[in-house]
């Protein structure tokens, strides 16, 4: 399995500019995490997916952040409008829920810088 | 409100000898204790669990010690290799959380040759 895919690797953008990072999970995983990375917090769960259907999204930061999963094998996390305090690595992370340690596989994470 | 602290922004060590990184919670709902490490530009991978009815749980070189009464979690890694040189992030899963971790600032690891 090529593990969790994600893409882009690195986004350079200008502030007010819409960002779309895009994750494909671990075939067979049935949840969905995207975390925000950052010096001052951190690993931030954003939002996370059960079986497509979102589940928390209290961590998305505001209005301006959109998730979706369409389908078991693609999800995407939008940014609009982008500012500069949103750069940051956005990884997705995938999972079998069960019982027992729930052990996320990550994805090698997307570097957004917003000048 | 941190749920999960790593109270150690870094930690160096000298390869062969023993390193310990520490990580404290606050929520008893805790079941499941996980460590994770990161290299740059990659993301977390996973390294070991503890259940929370468990006290230490060891792969390796590798042992998670986990203090209930104390809600503190330590991972020891003997001997400390410089391949070992990482960010180590501690995390906790919740009971009904679907799966949810929730991870600590970590730690960053320096293994000295």
């Known amino acids: 399995d090529a593990g969790v895919i994600q893409s882009p690797r690195h986004e350079v953008t200008e502030m007010g500019q819409e960002v779309t990072l895009r994750c494909k999970p671990i075939?067979?995983?049935?949840?969905l995490f995207w975390y925000r990375q950052t010096m001052m917090r951190g690993l931030e769960l954003l939002i996370y997916f059960n079986n497509n259907v979102p589940i928390d999204d209290s961590g998305m930061p505001e209005d301006r952040f959109s998730a979706k999963m369409p389908n078991a094998s693609f999800s995407t996390l939008k940014i609009q409008p982008s500012e500069p305090r949103d750069s940051a690595v956005y990884f997705c992370?995938?999972?079998?829920?069960?019982?027992?340690?729930?052990?996320?596989?990550f994805g090698a994470g997307s570097r957004l810088t917003v000048l | 409100d941190q749920q999960v602290k790593q109270n150690s922004p870094s930690l160096s060590v000298q390869e062969g000898r023993i390193s310990i990184l520490n990580c404290d919670y606050t929520n008893s709902m805790f079941d499941y204790f996980l460590w994770y490490k990161k290299y740059p530009a990659e993301g977390p991978t996973f390294l070991i669990s503890i259940s929370s009815i468990k006290d230490k749980n060891e792969d390796g070189r590798f042992t998670v010690f986990l203090n209930k009464s104390a809600k503190h979690l330590s991972l020891h890694i003997v001997p400390s290799q410089p391949g070992d040189s990482a960010v180590y992030f501690c995390a906790a899963s919740r009971r009904g959380s679907q799966g949810n971790l929730i991870f600590g600032k970590g730690t960053k690891l320096s293994v000295k040759p």
């Open positions: 075939s067979g995983h049935n949840s």
């Open positions: 992370a995938s999972s079998l829920v069960f019982s027992g340690a729930n052990v996320l596989t």
